[in-house]
């Protein structure tokens, strides 16, 4: 401290302050894409799939076809279908345990992500990763991780192969509002930061970190989307219950990437309907909270109603969007009880890459 009589929380204030006027990460005001017709049912049909396969699994779950752990993506539909929207061929996405929904929005085939929840040789991972680890190089889809924060630096990693081949590509590195508080996350904040790498660190703020509220773990939980501040990482909060604004932040903070400008952190402000994992009741909010959310909040709903209201779409027309949809997921689900376990010969298999 330069001055001998300036207190510990003083000089702390002043440098909060510094860094956050240096790196300009004071939330922006919330700007919206206006979707076209096309985007809006493209949008309604992506998070649609995700929302009736995770009902799926769900009742899957409860009949003991699903073991282990089972993490559902159900109220945070926005987030990912959004962000898919707002990138290109080649674009790596990389996320935690709650990871259904990406696969899906990923164009994973839902045979083979459900094949995968139920233990059988045709998963993703050939019935040996179950709900969380999961891998498509084909979708550029690399998991699916179990360890809370652990596919951050795996995402950063990602970033760093892209500019060291020149390939322009983009990271697109989910975690929770959980893991935000974990050390490797801040360790990948430093490296992305330090080597200008294309990654966008995306929060998704489901407001519950297992079963505690964000408000009392995280120090000023209001600004998570700052926690980069220190290194120069530019960020924003996002409205994840709106796909139009999440595609609206993912298009700014992908050109920024690939400009070679850094790394950027987006907070989206999102929610689970269920709990943590199948296993919790959620006992730690109020039942009027969850239907607050989905009355006024519901990111499929939004998009029914805009569908409805400018007119591109019937009710009729949407209900039968819905049975084409409930089809996939029911020949997912019938696959998923009908193919076969995988060999026993296969606990040996895929222990090591071949190099």
């Known amino acids: 401290m330069n001055n001998k009589h300036e207190t510990v929380e003083e000089a702390v204030a002043k440098r909060a302050t510094s860094s956050a006027k240096k790196t300009n990460s004071k939330p922006k005001p919330e700007s919206v894409t206006e979707f076209s017709a096309e985007q809006e049912l493209q949008a309604y049909r992506s998070m649609l799939l995700i929302r009736r396969f995770e009902e799926k699994a769900g009742q899957l779950y409860g009949m003991g076809f699903i073991g282990g752990f089972c993490h559902l993506y159900i109220g945070q539909e926005a987030v990912v279908v959004g962000m898919q929207m707002a990138v290109g061929d080649g674009d790596q996405i990389i996320t935690s345990y709650r990871d259904h929904g990406h696969m899906l929005a990923c164009g994973m085939d839902p045979k083979g992500v459900m094949a995968e929840l139920t233990g059988r040789a045709g998963g993703y991972s050939k019935g040996k990763g179950g709900s969380m680890h999961m891998f498509s190089r084909e979708k550029n889809f690399f998991g699916g991780h179990g360890i809370v924060g652990a596919q951050v630096p795996i995402g950063a990693g990602l970033a760093f192969s892209n500019r060291y081949r020149g390939t322009n590509n983009v990271s697109l590195t989910y975690f929770g509002e959980g893991a935000a ?175």
């Open 181 to 355: 508080n974990q050390g490797q996350v801040y360790e990948s904040f430093n490296m992305a930061a330090l080597w200008k790498l294309p990654v966008i660190f995306i929060i998704e703020n489901n407001r519950y970190a297992m079963g505690t509220a964000v408000t009392r773990s995280a120090a000023n939980a209001e600004e998570l989307f700052n926690r980069g501040s220190v290194y120069g990482i530019p960020g924003r909060h996002v409205d994840g219950m709106d796909v139009r604004a999440v595609k609206a932040a993912g298009d700014e903070a992908v050109a920024y990437c690939r400009d070679g400008k850094g790394p950027v952190i987006l907070e989206m402000k999102t929610y689970r309907y269920r709990g943590h994992s199948m296993s919790d009741p959620a006992k730690y909010r109020t039942k009027e909270e969850v239907q607050k959310m989905r009355q006024e909040h519901d990111p499929i709903e939004q998009v029914k109603a805009r569908l409805l209201a400018g007119g591109t779409a019937s009710e009729q027309e949407l209900k039968t969007i819905d049975g084409e949809i409930r089809a996939v997921v029911a020949e997912a689900a019938d696959f998923s009880q009908n193919d076969p376990e995988p060999d026993v010969s296969e606990l040996w298999t895929d222990v090591y890459v071949q190099a």
